[in-house]
């Protein structure tokens, strides 16, 4: 503990944001950093705990509190305040493979267990922990590892999201040959065209897709899986495989097809077009909505009324999207309650705090519209369409859940409004089959790949799963956790023990 009295002397302080006039311009990253003073101060802060609850990643009353992957923090705190950036990294990668990722986009759990914030403000961990990887990639820390001694064992990692990612950059570490295959044009799964690019820019991924090139891990864009290659033949050229293709089976809406209406869109699907927009030209990153490499999505967007469907931080973030490509309005149906503004008695610290949340996106249409977008215990009972079949308006509905957990329609409380693009962002269901089937991978009631409790290897010989498609929809941290977890058994499997 370099400063017994930080948390007494030194206030909260997070990295800035762009004025929100300002940002809605363009899809540049929403933050700015503090000097290094600045941030070696909010090291200061860090108390040291003698049971740091910030890295426990354990369960309480249901939800996870604290880093599951039980990051350092208190140690790397420590070397951010005196200075020690370098051994601060050491710290940091001795964890958690993707810092810069977790560091964008993580709802940081720790923050929530940081014991500051029982009764005051938690400490920075998670503004801390970017500085430190920006920092190390600016001084020319981010050199690659290649391994000195290969093992001659080959594993094939489906799927290029964090999951895949850290399995392969474990693997590859250890000394295996790892080659990863992606169906789509660019590795990086859901970091890459399922966040937008001012929440986590798409350089900062790519920047360490070419860092694992480097270190030796093969990438093969644009290869699906069970579709342009079988199963047989990667079973029979590999030594494992790993199965880390998400759940992207995305939770409909009875009352809107996308394949039926026009105008109605998964989020995913949305925020993917978005993306694959921007990046059409590799100088375009964070160009306005007002650039010509928008002028396709942008057509989806500019003048509409568009309703969004889910209140998690993907419905956020398709409130942020559209807003920059000139929607006329928004509003974001939540079919939960509104959650109190502070802790209920019910939910004490270390817990997940269930409280009110006000994110970028919200914030930007509060600013912007003049009110909060979000409609809380309602959600879409029927739309309405023009002789084309496009979208023109929603009939919205108030809902609340019966004492036995049954969605309950309020009669009465039905309500048409303008809607001419609807985004559903309303969580997922599980993988999609295919590439379980492929390899005769037995799935779970919830639609995800079976394995023993806490374990990896599925029922199927050489082939193993990891992330979303393993614990169904989750957070990056817990995919990178996943990852790690899947390549310590792979390598045990592989070599009849493991040092990982």
């Known amino acids: 503990m370099g400063k017994p009295t930080g948390f007494l002397e030194y206030d909260r302080a997070e990295d800035g944001m762009a004025p929100v006039r300002e940002r809605i311009k363009n899809f540049d990253t929403l933050h700015t950093e503090l000097s290094e003073e600045e941030r070696r101060e909010q090291g200061a802060r860090c108390m040291n705990c003698g049971v740091p609850f910030c890295q426990s990643g354990m369960k309480l009353s249901g939800m996870v ?25 050491s710290r940091l990668l001795k964890t958690n493979n993707f810092p810069e990722f977790t560091g964008n986009v993580c709802p940081a759990l ?81 970091l890459m065209y399922g966040i937008p690019n001012m929440k986590l820019d798409k350089r900062v991924v790519e920047r360490r897709i070419e860092l694992m090139k480097k ?21 029979k050229e590999y030594d494992a495989v790993i199965l880390a293709c998400g759940a992207k089976q995305a939770r409909g809406l009875a009352a809107a097809d996308p394949a039926k209406v026009k105008g ?65 309005s928004v509003t974001a149906l939540e079919m939960m309650p509104k959650p109190p503004v502070e802790r209920a008695a019910n939910n004490p610290w270390p817990e997940w705090p269930k409280v009110l949340k006000t994110d970028y996106g919200q914030e930007e249409a509060i600013e912007k519209f003049g009110g909060d977008p979000r409609v809380y215990e309602t959600t879409v009972k029927s739309v309405k369409t023009d002789k084309k079949g496009q979208l ?86 817990w995919a990178i956790t996943e990852g790690r977890a899947a390549a310590k058994e792979v390598d045990e499997f592989l070599m009849g023990y493991t040092n990982i």
């Open 65 to 89: 509190t604290g880093c599951p992957l039980h990051n350092l923090i208190p140690e790397w705190n420590d070397q951010v305040y005196k200075g020690h950036f370098h051994h601060a990294l």
């Open 110 to 190: 720790c923050e929530k267990a940081c014991i500051n914030g029982e009764y005051g403000d938690s400490v920075t961990i998670r503004d801390n922990e970017k500085y430190i990887i920006e920092k190390a990639y600016a001084n020319g820390w981010m050199e690659p590892r290649i391994p000195e001694v290969r093992s001659g064992k080959k594993v094939a990692v489906i799927g290029s999201g964090p999951a895949g990612l850290a399995a392969a950059d474990t693997l590859n570490h250890r000394g295996h040959n790892v080659t990863v295959f992606e169906r789509d044009d660019r590795a990086g799964g859901l």
């Open 215 to 235: 270190e030796g891990v093969e990438f093969k864009l644009g290869v699906n899986v069970g579709v342009d290659v079988t199963a047989e033949e990667l079973t």
């Open 264 to 328: 109605v869109f998964f989020a995913v699907d949305f925020l993917s077009m978005v993306t694959k927009d921007l990046l059409k030209g590799e100088e375009k990153y964070g160009l306005s909505a007002d650039s010509a490499s928008l002028s396709e999505v942008k057509k989806l967007v500019d003048g509409k009324n568009v309703v969004v469907v889910g209140g998690g931080d993907t419905g956020n973030d398709c409130t942020g999207t559209v807003i920059r490509l000139g929607a006329k």
């Open 392 to 477: 023109t308006s929603i009939t919205t509905v108030k809902v609340h859940f019966t004492a036995d957990r049954k969605l309950e329609e309020e009669k009465g409380s039905e309500k048409e409004i303008p809607c001419e693009l609807l985004l559903i962002a309303a969580g997922f269901t599980g993988c999609e089959k295919y590439t379980a089937d492929a390899f005769k991978a037995a799935l779970t009631p919830r639609n995800v790949i079976e394995t023993e409790p806490d374990h990896y290897k599925t029922k199927v010989d050489k082939v193993f799963t990891a992330g979303d498609m393993h614990r169904g929809q989750s957070l990056v941290v």
